[in-house]
């Protein structure tokens, strides 16, 4: 059963601390997503990968997160430095090349807390 | 503009009645809807998904109806479960034959009582 994977899948740290979220897109799939989700602003996207390029990060905060994929079986999210309002739960999301279907299969997310 | 507006934010249905979730868009080049199921701890599900050349996509008891010129879709769930409580989001992207970003709507929060 293919899944998308994040690590890890909590994390609590402090304000001004570096945070790096980890995702293992579904073997295959060539289009990574990366959407954050608050109770205030629901799900939104902040970046998304196609063949490893960035295609889009203009949801992203540039002075402070960093998105990469440093090959086709790892995704990267950073947040340097981390602030309470980033508290929030970050998925990733893989999609396969296109045949019609534009199905996002998620991770199951990583609920972080900024103190 | 971008937005996908969802409604209602809450809804309660009783086991075998039901539910219906409104979804409007404003983008006239969306042409992807799909509706993203979303359990407690976990992330979205595809549950459904229609594109603007159908009026009406049925997949067991889960239907989407689709009204292009109106540009409102919704999602209806006959003979609701226990098991359908969950957060329902729909959504809609420019497909440009590849995997595109989705637009969110911001979620109806499902409970069926028995």
């Known amino acids: 059963d293919a899944r998308v994977t994040q690590t890890p899948r909590h994390k609590v740290t402090e304000m001004g601390q570096e945070v790096t979220m980890r995702c293992q897109p579904i073997?295959?799939?060539?289009?990574v997503f990366w959407y954050r989700q608050t109770m205030m602003q629901g799900l939104e996207l902040l970046a998304y990968?196609?063949?490893?390029?960035?295609?889009?990060d203009s949801g992203m905060p540039k002075d402070r997160f960093s998105a990469e994929m440093p090959d086709a079986t790892l995704a990267t999210l950073k947040i340097q430095p981390s602030e309470p309002r980033d508290s929030a739960v970050y998925f990733c999301?893989?999609?396969?090349?296109?045949?019609?279907?534009?199905?996002?299969?998620f991770g199951p997310g990583t609920r972080l807390t900024v103190l | 503009q971008q937005q996908v507006k969802q409604s209602p934010q809450s809804l309660i249905v009783q086991k075998g009645g039901i539910s219906i979730i409104n979804c409007a868009y404003e983008?006239?080049?969306?042409?992807?809807f799909p509706w993203y199921q979303q359990f407690p701890g976990k992330g979205p599900a595809l549950l459904i998904a229609?594109?603007?050349?159908?009026s009406e996509k049925k997949e067991g008891r889960f239907t989407i109806s689709f009204n292009k010129s109106a540009k409102q879709f919704s999602l209806h769930i006959m003979d609701s479960q226990p098991g359908d409580s969950a957060t329902y989001f729909c959504?809609?992207?420019?497909?440009?034959?590849?995997?595109?970003?989705?637009?969110f709507g911001t979620g109806t929060r499902l409970t069926i009582i028995p």
């Open positions: 999301a893989s999609g396969p090349p296109w045949s019609g279907e534009d199905t996002q299969y």
């Open positions: 073997l295959g799939h060539n289009t």
């Open positions: 990968f196609r063949n490893r390029a960035p295609l889009d």
């Open positions: 983008n006239t080049a969306f042409d992807y």
């Open positions: 229609i594109r603007p050349d159908v």
């Open positions: 959504a809609a992207s420019i497909s440009n034959f590849g995997n595109e970003k989705l637009t």
